[in-house]
C-alpha cells in the first residue's frame, strides 16, 4: 500500500536557519503530494502541494520538488524565522483517491 | 466561514464509557474523515465518507463507529472507550474535482480514557 517516511525529528534551528526535512514515498502510479503544517493547540493545514512529478509547490517561503525518479518530496525553506515553530507532515494521496497517508510529523523547534 | 468545526475539545472518559465526537462542515464538501493523531505515527485514518449514506473503514476502525446521514455531519462514536483510545481526534473534509487536493481540518478533540 501507499506509505511515506519523512526525517525524524525534533529538529530544533536557530533563526534564519536553513530547514530541510526529508520525505520519501512508496506508491503505485502517480500521487499527489503535500506538506502539511500543524501549529500547536491546531489542527492541520495545507502548506504546499505538487499533483505531478517535476513540480515544485511553494508558500510562505517554503519549497517542496515532486522528484518521481528519487521518489521524493524534501521541504526546504532558506531563512527560518521563530513562527515556524510547528509540525509538519508529509503526505500523499493516490490518484483518483481521497484519503490521504501521512508520514510520522517532523517537529521544528526555531530559536530567537 | 466556521469551516470543519469538532466538539468538544477535550473530553475525559473511564473505561467502558461510551461517546460521539461531533463533526460538522459548512462547505458542503462531499468526503469527510476521522484521524487519530499518536506520538511517532502521524494520523491513522479511522473512517470516511465519500458521500452521504456511505462510510467505510480506513487503517484503524476497530472500537469506532461512524455514520453519515447529512452532508454536514459526520459523528463518530466510541461504543466502549478504552485506554487505547485516548489520542487526539481530527476530522476532515474535502471537495470534488481538483478541490480533492485540499484537506480541512478541524482543530481536534483531546480524549483521554482512564
Known amino acids: 500500500g501507499d506509505s511515506v517516511t519523512q526525517m525524524e525529528g525534533p529538529v530544533t534551528l536557530s533563526e534564519e536557519a536553513f530547514l530541510t526535512i526529508n520525505c520519501t514515498y512508496t506508491?503505485?502510479?502517480?500521487?499527489?503530494l503535500f506538506w502539511y503544517v500543524q501549529y500547536p493547540g491546531e489542527g492541520l493545514q495545507l502548506l504546499l502541494k505538487?499533483?505531478?512529478?517535476?513540480d515544485k509547490g511553494s508558500n510562505k517561503g517554503f519549497e517542496a520538488t515532486y522528484r518521481k525518479e528519487t521518489t521524493s518530496f524534501h521541504l526546504e525553506k532558506g531563512s527560518v524565522q521563530v513562527s515556524d515553530s510547528a509540525v509538519y507532515f508529509c503526505?500523499?494521496?493516490?490518484?483518483?483517491?481521497?484519503?490521504?497517508?501521512f508520514g510520522a510529523g517532523t517537529t521544528v523547534t526555531v530559536r530567537a | 466561514n466556521a469551516g470543519v468545526t469538532q466538539t468538544p475539545k477535550f473530553q475525559v472518559l473511564k473505561t467502558g464509557q461510551s461517546m460521539t465526537l461531533q463533526c460538522a462542515q459548512d462547505?458542503?464538501?462531499?468526503?469527510m474523515s476521522w484521524y487519530r493523531q499518536d506520538p511517532g505515527m502521524g494520523l491513522r485514518l479511522i473512517h470516511y465518507?465519500?458521500?452521504?449514506?456511505?462510510?467505510d473503514q480506513g487503517e484503524v476502525p476497530n472500537g469506532y463507529n461512524v455514520s453519515r446521514s447529512t452532508t454536514e455531519d459526520f459523528p463518530l462514536r466510541l461504543l466502549s472507550a478504552a485506554p487505547s483510545q485516548t489520542s487526539v481526534y481530527f476530522c476532515?473534509?474535502?471537495?470534488?474535482?481538483?478541490?480533492?487536493?485540499?484537506?480541512?481540518f478541524g482543530a481536534g478533540t483531546r480524549l483521554s480514557v482512564l
Open positions: 476532515a473534509s474535502s471537495g470534488e474535482g481538483v478541490a480533492k487536493n485540499i484537506q480541512y
Open positions: 465518507s465519500v458521500g452521504a449514506g456511505i462510510t
Open positions: 506508491a503505485t502510479g502517480y500521487p499527489s
Open positions: 462547505m458542503n464538501h462531499e468526503y
Open positions: 503526505a500523499l494521496r493516490g490518484r483518483g483517491d481521497y484519503k490521504l497517508s
Open positions: 505538487a499533483t505531478k512529478a517535476d
